[in-house]
């Protein structure tokens, strides 16, 4: 069965194309207050689980030994647009370990926005992986393998020590099983898994209360949430749906994008996790549902309101900034989820 279409396009008055997806929400003791679609489904979060995969390099005590800031911690857990406060702060955290961007496995990429690739262009210089959206998260694993006296070559391998602590976080904290039958390479080059949609949630329910994790772990949770949500800005940069909606809510809410129209969320105060999926991979229609689901699940200052509506009702504008259309979500999402 497809799942149900959850956010719809409009040119004029009429619909002109559809997103269908799936979202599940669940507390941290693992029961699913709500459901759209198959949520049993595995799916690549990829980068929305960047903060799960930056807990062993906190817990293992690497983040504290090399004097990590939380726009660094903010960082390992970021997307970002590869400007030049991105890159900088990716060195700086190599630079800490004692080691440099030729250290970096996860490729070259230009930055997000054309001005900032305009400025490289000016000034005479060339993108590096420093400006790769994954290299915060490369550099916190080159760090932790740098502390722990590991190898930091082939740190992306799946049988390197640093792979195989992050596999034990992602299974203890959302109860499932992964290995090399659901393991796939992400863009950055490291180890990806086919994880249970609703166990996702559930591993996020446990980020936002660390509920079911041992004081360590829990602690480390807390360490990179409260990091992220304090410097939003690190987690993607501007112009970006994670880095309005963390600096928005003023930490109430973590929120990270990944690949293909995949979100993760995290919302402290009601215990509950969130992970959502458009089936076609678009962004656009990734974000409208979770600005949707959290439109739903929390009671919105007046700041809040204004804020979220601008990504929950998407303006389509054409060349000549005339407004054409929106994106926005079916008004079943909007009732269902309000029912919760």
Not at 39 to 65: D, H, N, T, W
Not at 75 to 94: I, K
Not at 262 to 283: Q, R
Not at 320 to 337: A, M
Request: glycine share 8%; hydrophobic share 40%; net charge negative.
């Amino acid at each position: 069965m497809d799942n149900p279409v959850l956010v719809e396009v409009t040119r004029g008055n009429v619909v002109e194309s559809r997103h269908r997806g799936s979202i599940a929400i669940v507390d941290a003791d693992g029961k699913l207050a709500y459901s759209a679609g198959d949520v049993e489904q595995g799916i690549f979060a990829r980068s929305a689980i960047k903060a799960l995969q930056a807990i062993p390099m906190v817990e293992s005590g690497a983040a504290e030994a090399l004097a990590f800031e939380d726009a660094e911690l903010a960082l390992a857990c970021a997307s970002h647009n590869g400007e030049h406060v991105h890159a900088s702060s990716a060195r700086v955290m190599l630079f800490k370990a004692g080691l440099t961007e030729d250290d970096l496995m996860c490729g070259t990429q230009w930055p997000k926005h054309m001005d900032d690739s305009e400025k490289l262009i000016k000034s005479d210089e060339s993108p590096c992986a420093l400006h790769n959206n994954c290299s915060g998260k490369h550099a916190g694993f080159l760090g932790m393998a740098k502390v722990l006296g590991v190898p930091t070559q082939n740190y992306t391998d799946y049988d390197h020590p640093v792979q195989q602590e992050v596999r034990n976080v992602l299974e203890q904290m959302s109860g499932g099983i992964i290995g090399r039958d659901t393991c796939g390479t992400d863009g950055c080059s490291i180890p990806t898994y086919a994880m249970e949609q609703q166990k996702t949630a559930l591993a996020f329910a446990r980020f936002a209360t660390g509920v079911g994790l041992d004081p360590v772990r829990a602690n480390a949770a807390e360490t990179l949430y409260e990091a992220c949500v304090n410097e939003p800005y690190m987690v993607a940069g501007k112009n970006r749906f994670c880095t309005e909606i963390m600096d928005i809510f003023k930490g109430r809410v973590f929120v990270k994008t990944g690949a293909e129209g995949v979100f993760c969320a995290a919302l402290p105060e009601l215990g509950f996790g969130v992970t959502l999926k458009c089936d076609d991979g678009a962004v656009r229609g990734a974000e409208v549902m979770m600005a949707s689901v959290i439109r739903s699940l929390l009671v919105l200052s007046d700041e809040e309101e204004k804020g979220l509506h601008t990504w929950e009702h998407q303006q389509l504008k054409n060349l000549r900034d005339i407004l054409v259309g929106e994106v926005r979500p079916v008004e079943d999402i909007k009732r269902h989820l309000k029912a919760l």
